[in-house]
């Protein structure tokens, strides 16, 4: 059963740093659309960054660039979101999510709309103190 878990959330002050992992397990497929995203309370579900793993084109959302890198091993089948200069409004519960048996086009049309992704991990807490 293929499945993604996601780590290294936490509670940091404003302009600290933390990097989140997201490692995939049961996966056949070795390119996938890999997204990260993000839910404060009260808010909908934000598209941070995305990786196309298969050729590993990025997309990043206007409020993080520069601040945050999506990177992967796909020796490891996983994807991680190293986080810098972070800002209470990054504050939230980051979901990793997978589409899988889809190109780059793909990706590219679809990195920050949740309803294209298909398989999602459990979420982990972000917490940001000014």
């Known amino acids: 059963q293929a499945h993604l878990m996601e780590s290294g959330g936490g509670s940091v002050q404003a302009g600290g740093s933390l990097r989140l992992s997201c490692s995939a397990s049961?996966?056949?497929?070795?390119?996938?659309?890999m997204g990260w995203f993000r839910q404060a309370p009260g808010n909908k579900r934000e598209g941070v960054a995305t990786?196309?793993?298969?050729?590993?084109?990025?997309y990043y959302a206007d409020s993080v660039k520069g601040r945050f890198t999506i990177s992967e091993d796909n020796a490891k089948d996983t994807v991680y979101l190293q986080m810098n200069n972070l800002k209470p409004e990054d504050a939230g519960v980051y979901y990793c999510?997978?589409?899988?048996?889809?190109?780059?086009?793909?990706?590219?049309?679809?990195?920050?709309?949740?309803?294209?992704?298909?398989?999602w991990g459990q979420g982990t807490q972000v917490t940001v103190s000014s």
């Open positions: 999510a997978a589409a899988i048996r889809v190109d780059d086009v793909y990706c590219s049309a679809y990195a920050f709309r949740a309803k294209y992704f298909g398989d």
């Open positions: 990786i196309y793993t298969g050729g590993g084109k990025t």
């Open positions: 049961g996966y056949t497929d070795s390119s996938k659309c």
